[in-house]
């Protein structure tokens, strides 16, 4: 089990865009094009999102992958991807082999109805976004929230006014520009900003590089302890 873990900080801006409304993905056809989002199960407890970004590559937020209490690992045994789950059902169930902010599957999903999703470039503050997550008010379906704005970017993270709960960490943040969903960064937090909530983001682009490549290389990374921070742990912060 393998981990290269970001820990993030950051000087908050107040929001100056709307949120957005959240769409219910509850039926086959809803979800349709989104199947490579799913959830990702943590030891039957708890849970997060996450996304497809190869057969046998999903990409999270490293705090779902240790306990909140213990800030101990999760045992890899214990970690299930769901994707495109819907209402008790998946679209397919693999159980991971190695993880990092990037998870390697036990087995590739290779399915025609599931298409990993392509990223793309790091958005510049203004730009408009989506995000697909499950959370605990809505965890047997995935919700798109498809504008949301980025409100600030800050060395390789960004301040956006997406609504996320628990249960959207690690999900992935969308840019639709050319018209195709692309995944530019990863859900890491909620916060707080001048009294309203925003959310936190990693970029994915340069790490992610990293990441794969110590993933081929069999080269195991864990920088920072990340296991003790359970102050930030995935959830709520207040800046």
Same mark, same amino acid.
């Given at each position: 089990?393998?981990?290269?873990?970001?820990?993030?900080?950051?000087?908050?801006?107040?929001?100056?865009?709307?949120?957005?409304?959240?769409?219910?993905?509850?039926?086959?056809?809803?979800?349709?094009?989104?199947?490579?989002?799913?959830?990702?199960?943590?030891?039957?407890?708890?849970?997060?999102?996450?996304?497809?970004?190869?057969?046998?590559?999903?990409?999270?937020?490293?705090?779902?992958?240790?306990?909140?209490?213990?800030?101990?690992?999760?045992?890899?045994?214990?970690?299930?991807? &769901? /994707?495109?789950?819907?209402? *008790?059902?998946? @679209?397919?169930? !693999?159980?991971?082999?190695?993880?990092?902010? #990037?998870?390697?599957?036990?087995?590739?999903?290779?399915?025609?109805?599931?298409?990993?999703?392509?990223?793309?470039?790091?958005?510049?503050?203004?730009?408009?976004?989506?995000?697909?997550?499950?959370?605990?008010?809505?965890?047997?379906?995935?919700?798109?929230?498809?504008?949301?704005?980025?409100?600030?970017?800050?060395?390789?993270?960004?301040?956006?006014?997406?609504?996320?709960?628990?249960?959207?960490?690690?999900?992935?943040?969308?840019?639709?520009?050319?018209?195709?969903?692309?995944?530019?960064?990863?859900?890491?937090?909620?916060?707080?900003?001048?009294?309203?909530?925003?959310? &936190? /983001?990693?970029?994915?682009? *340069?790490?992610? @590089?990293?990441? !794969?490549?110590?993933?081929?290389?069999?080269? #195991?990374?864990?920088?920072?302890?990340?296991?003790?921070?359970?102050?930030?742990?995935?959830?709520?912060?207040?800046?």
């Amino acid at each position: 089990m393998r981990y290269l873990i970001a820990l993030l900080a950051a000087l908050l801006a107040p929001p100056a865009l709307a949120q957005g409304g959240l769409f219910s993905m509850e039926s086959r056809e809803d979800g349709r094009g989104w199947e490579a989002v799913g959830r990702l199960e943590i030891g039957g407890t708890a849970f997060c999102t996450g996304a497809l970004i190869a057969p046998e590559l999903v990409l999270t937020a490293a705090h779902c992958l240790f306990d909140a209490q213990s800030g101990a690992r999760v045992p890899v045994e214990d970690i299930q991807f &769901l /994707a495109g789950w819907r209402n *008790g059902r998946a @679209a397919a169930y !693999r159980r991971v082999r190695h993880d990092l902010a #990037v998870i390697e599957l036990q087995l590739p999903i290779r399915n025609h109805a599931i298409a990993p999703f392509a990223l793309g470039p790091f958005p510049e503050a203004g730009e408009e976004l989506g995000v697909v997550s499950y959370a605990h008010d809505r965890s047997e379906a995935p919700a798109l929230q498809e504008y949301c704005g980025v409100l600030d970017r800050q060395e390789g993270m960004l301040v956006l006014d997406c609504t996320v709960d628990f249960g959207s960490s690690g999900a992935p943040v969308f840019s639709f520009e050319g018209g195709a969903p692309r995944i530019v960064s990863v859900i890491s937090a909620k916060a707080e900003a001048g009294g309203a909530p925003v959310s &936190l /983001a990693t970029g994915v682009s *340069g790490p992610l @590089a990293e990441l !794969r490549g110590a993933l081929e290389a069999d080269i #195991v990374r864990n920088p920072l302890g990340a296991g003790r921070r359970r102050d930030t742990g995935a959830k709520f912060i207040k800046p």
